[in-house]
C-alpha cells in the first residue's frame, strides 16, 4: 500500500503564497492519477486540483487562475503551488492518488485502490 506524505503548509495572509509537495513512499508517480482535496472544520472535502496520468490538469472554479497542480517526475513529487491565498482557503489540504484520474466528468473521486495522505494545514489570515 502506497503511503503519501503532504508538506508545505502553513499559516499565511491573505494574497501570499504557498506551494504543497505530496511524496510516495515508494512507486513512480508518472502513470498515477492524482490530487488534492481540502477540507475545512465544518465543510465537506471537496476536490480542488488533479492531474491525470497524461498530464491533463483540472480544477474547482474556487482556484482555478490561482492554484497550479503539476509533477516533478525527478523528485518524485507532486506540487501545488497556491498563489493569491484567500481566508476562504483556509482548511487541511490532502493529496491524493489513483490509477487513474481523480476527476471526470466534473466528479471528483478517489477509488478503494486509492490512497491518501495524512493532510497538512492551511491558514490564512486577513
Known amino acids: 500500500v502506497v503511503e503519501l506524505r503532504e508538506s508545505g503548509g502553513g499559516s499565511v495572509q491573505a494574497g501570499g503564497s504557498l506551494r504543497l509537495s505530496c511524496v510516495p513512499s515508494s512507486g513512480r508517480i508518472g502513470p498515477w492519477g492524482m490530487g488534492w482535496f481540502r477540507q475545512a472544520p465544518g465543510k465537506e472535502r471537496e476536490g480542488i486540483a488533479a492531474?491525470?496520468?497524461?498530464?491533463?490538469?483540472s480544477y474547482a472554479d474556487s482556484v482555478k487562475g490561482r492554484f497550479t497542480i503539476s509533477k516533478d517526475h525527478d523528485k518524485n513529487m507532486l506540487l501545488l503551488q497556491m498563489n493569491n491565498l484567500e481566508v476562504e482557503d483556509s482548511a487541511m489540504y490532502y493529496c491524493?492518488?489513483?490509477?487513474?484520474?481523480?476527476?471526470?466528468?466534473?466528479?471528483?473521486?478517489?477509488?478503494?485502490?486509492?490512497?491518501w495522505g495524512q493532510g497538512t494545514q492551511v491558514t490564512v489570515s486577513s
Open positions: 492531474i491525470d496520468p497524461d498530464g491533463t490538469t
Open positions: 491524493v492518488a489513483d490509477r487513474d484520474s481523480v476527476h471526470v466528468a466534473g466528479m471528483w473521486y478517489v477509488s478503494s485502490a486509492g490512497a
